[in-house]
């Protein structure tokens, strides 16, 4: 539960914060938008999911993504070669923009979140962990896994028609992926973490 | 407490730790840091009418070439056929594929409008200190703030079937200039609503009264 007292994100209503019971919400009375959530073990979940995460990450990155057959020829690509193609084919500002939103941020913010949130389990606090989980929850927009998948769903029907596509393993892991970071996501409390993180600090 | 709003007290709210501060009156020129997170503490975000505005005017001017060029090219035995947004929609409608036609209409033309609409409503609604419907306003803004990403589903799509489709002489898929044009308005529109503070619709309704 926040401290003495809290301010609302969008109307700026200053509330005094309630203890809520799991699962429940505390909502702005004025403008209807969300306080703080009371989550159930919020810290070993997120860890846990995180974890998970990171590892399906790995996959996605190692493993072949799609392969395309048409007429006999077979062309296999990996998550990078779109990168790689947007680069040769002249479009690089594309190309970093999908680099960055696809990959590059989605591993900042799970190994970021890791980061404050493993020390923390064992009431440590590591170098730098606001700034390191400041960046985590900046980042929540950037990072587009999820966007990501429906592009390739909408790539692979619009192939259907005219050739034959196989999920590579890449590609399952990256699905996996995207629901262990939403699910990191669901279960993270920042208000907690930043509790915490204060709590800690004073030991 | 009743009713009072944390810049009535000088007290400010922390937007990255949540954590509610005094502010003391005479520092009001000096920059003041969150004593538990240590990000940088404004009553409100900073010249965010000013930045939204820029931001808005910068993306409405790229939506242009963005539905102008084609983003892709498909080429099948050395024949191009250019795709722009608005083609790839129609396409996907023309094949019977009613429920991604639907996504993609909505992910690459309705929530770039919504933006571009919803961003410039909100702004003037704040210049001109409007009474209307605050509640639904900052509503408005949630929605604006949340669907921008999901436009990207067209410059993901681009980046798949560019790397997937290399069959030389049989069919390639090229990027084209559409698609860095849309990727502009994504990302502009998207760092337009971050800089927008909604909690300014609120404050309109004070000056109002006072
Ligand atoms: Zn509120
Ligand atoms: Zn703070």
């Not at chain 1, 190692?62 to 006999?72: A, L, Q, R, S």
């Not at chain 1, 900042?108 to 949130?117: A, F, H, N, Q, R």
């Not at chain 1, 619009?158 to 629901?179: E, H, R, W």
């Not at chain 2, 900052?138 to 489709?165: C, K, N, P, Q």
Request: with cysteine.
């Amino acid at each position: 539960m926040p401290s003495t007292i809290i301010a609302c994100q969008d109307c700026d209503l200053l509330h005094r914060p309630r203890q809520l019971r799991d699962g429940q919400r505390a909502m702005c009375s004025r403008c209807g938008a969300v306080l703080y959530r009371r989550k159930r073990n919020s810290l070993d979940y997120t860890v846990v999911f995180s974890l998970s995460a990171l590892i399906f990450f790995l996959m996605a990155n190692v493993f072949p993504f799609m392969t395309f057959k048409y007429e006999g020829r077979v062309q296999e690509s990996v998550l990078f070669s779109g990168v790689k193609e947007l680069f040769v084919q002249d479009l690089w500002a594309v190309a970093i923009l999908v680099l960055i939103v696809s990959v590059v941020f989605p591993l900042l913010k799970i190994t970021g979140m890791l980061y404050v949130l493993l020390p923390l389990k064992v009431n440590r606090r590591p170098w730098k962990a606001s700034n390191i989980f400041r960046m985590v929850e900046a980042l929540h927009p950037w990072a587009m896994v999820d966007v990501y998948m429906l592009g390739v769903i909408v790539a692979m029907v619009k192939l259907s028609d005219f050739a034959t596509i196989v999920p590579g393993a890449a590609l399952y892991s990256f699905a996996a992926l995207l629901i262990f970071m939403a699910a990191a996501g669901a279960t993270l409390d920042p208000h907690d973490v930043w509790e915490r993180l204060e709590v800690v600090e004073r030991v | 407490m009743k009713n009072m709003r944390a810049f009535q007290v000088s007290l400010v709210n922390c937007t990255t730790c949540f954590q509610v501060s005094r502010i003391e009156p005479m520092l009001k020129n000096r920059n003041a840091f969150c004593p538990r997170c240590g990000a940088e503490l404004c009553r409100r975000k900073p010249n965010s009418l000013a930045r939204t505005w820029a931001l808005v005017i910068a993306a409405s001017i790229l939506y242009i070439p963005a539905n102008v060029y084609p983003i892709m090219t498909v080429i099948s035995f050395g024949k191009g056929e250019p795709d722009t947004i608005l083609s790839g929609v129609q396409s996907l409608m023309a094949s019977g594929m009613w429920p991604l036609a639907v996504l993609v209409f909505f992910a690459s033309i309705a929530v770039p409008l919504i933006k571009l609409f919803g961003l410039t409503l909100l702004l003037i609604s704040v210049q001109y200190q409007w009474q209307w419907r605050p509640r639904q306003r900052t509503i408005l803004y949630r929605i604006t703030e949340a669907v921008g990403r999901w436009s990207m589903i067209d410059i993901f799509m681009i980046s798949i079937l560019v790397a997937l489709v290399r069959l030389e002489a049989i069919a390639t898929i090229e990027p084209g200039v559409g698609a860095t044009s849309f990727a502009a308005v994504v990302v502009l529109t998207m760092f337009a609503a971050m800089s927008f503070d909604p909690r300014l619709i609120w404050d309109a309704l004070e000056k109002r009264h006072a």
